[in-house]
T-cell receptor, first 110, second 111 residues
């Protein structure tokens, strides 16, 4: 079934650790996005990609990196996790029109 | 960059009444305006969208209006039902590359 997947769904990790949040979509969408969202609050764009080998920074990008080596895969890496990174991370994709969101990764940094 | 403001932040209505949520944007180049519904613990889902060449769009009980001159757009939900209770987000986009979201409206429909 065409969808967008995120792993892990929940992650608790210690300060200073390096983590990678995975996002994959099976819809062949060229545009992909990462957002940070505290519960019930607005979505903040972290990174986005127009297609393979294309990445752009959003408003909250300074402490993370992304890569887009394959159309379907758009991982987000935090080099050194901090308690301020505790939040929900949503991945999304689109071709034309609506964005489809993944189920999210809820990250807690202790 | 674009700045999207959304009001009200919370809204309670009686079942069957109408609900209106308003958003303003700052960049006149924005040309695509989606609305998302997010239920507790779930992912945002598109409920309706409008492009800048259209002034109004309807889908059953949901409608969106756009005033390009004033740079504002609104979501209208008629005959509200308890299952409409959720957080609603507006967004604005220029050519669909970056999306700028409003701060969300928590809608409660009281049975």
């Amino acid at each position: 079934e065409a969808d967008i997947y995120q792993t892990p769904r929940y992650l608790v990790i210690g300060t200073g650790k390096k983590i990678t949040l995975e996002c994959s979509q099976t819809m062949g969408h060229d545009k992909m996005y990462w957002y940070q969202q505290d519960p019930g609050m607005e979505l903040h764009l972290i990174h986005y990609s127009y297609g393979v080998n294309s990445t752009e920074k959003g408003d909250l990008s300074s402490e993370s990196t992304v890569s887009r080596i394959r159309t379907e895969h758009f991982p987000l890496t935090l080099e050194s996790a901090r308690p301020s990174h505790t939040s929900q991370y949503l991945c999304a994709s689109r071709r034309v029109g609506e964005q489809y969101f993944g189920p999210g990764t809820r990250l807690t940094v202790t | 960059g674009e700045n999207v403001e959304q009001h009200p932040s919370t809204l309670s209505v009686q079942e069957g009444d109408s609900a209106v949520i308003k958003c303003t944007y700052s960049d006149s180049a924005s040309n695509y305006f989606p609305w998302y519904k997010q239920e507790l613990g779930k992912r945002p889902q598109l409920i309706i969208d409008i492009r800048s060449n259209v002034g109004e769009k309807k889908d059953q009980r949901i409608a969106v209006t756009l005033n390009k001159t004033a740079k504002h757009f609104s979501l209208h939900i008629t005959e509200t039902q308890p299952e409409d209770s959720a957080v609603y987000f507006c967004a604005a986009s220029i050519t669909g590359n970056q999306f700028y979201f409003g701060t969300g409206t928590s809608l409660t429909v009281i049975p």
